[in-house]
């Protein structure tokens, strides 16, 4: 699991099927902005936790659904390290 921040939302109206109806957020992981599919409604600005791999596919919707990063929970307080 990774905790990102998100950036913004992602519009990208050509998808493949089975991806046309899931939220998409630009997130911050450190240094690094990655794409994730939002299963929860995380808002710019929400700390989130984010998990990859087989747990993002499934957390998605499908073992066969094409995300290696999927935003599964909102983080209610957290305040990062400088």
Known sequence: MKICQV???????NRISGFEHKHLQVV???SSKMVAVDAVGAVPG????????SAAREAAGSKE????????????????ET
């Open 28 to 30: 911050l992981d450190g």
């Open 7 to 13: 950036l913004k939302p992602l519009v990208s109206t």
């Open 65 to 80: 659904y094409p995300s290696d990063l999927t935003i599964v929970g909102i983080i209610d307080d957290w305040q990062p």
């Open 46 to 53: 929400d700390w989130v936790i984010c998990v990859g791999s």
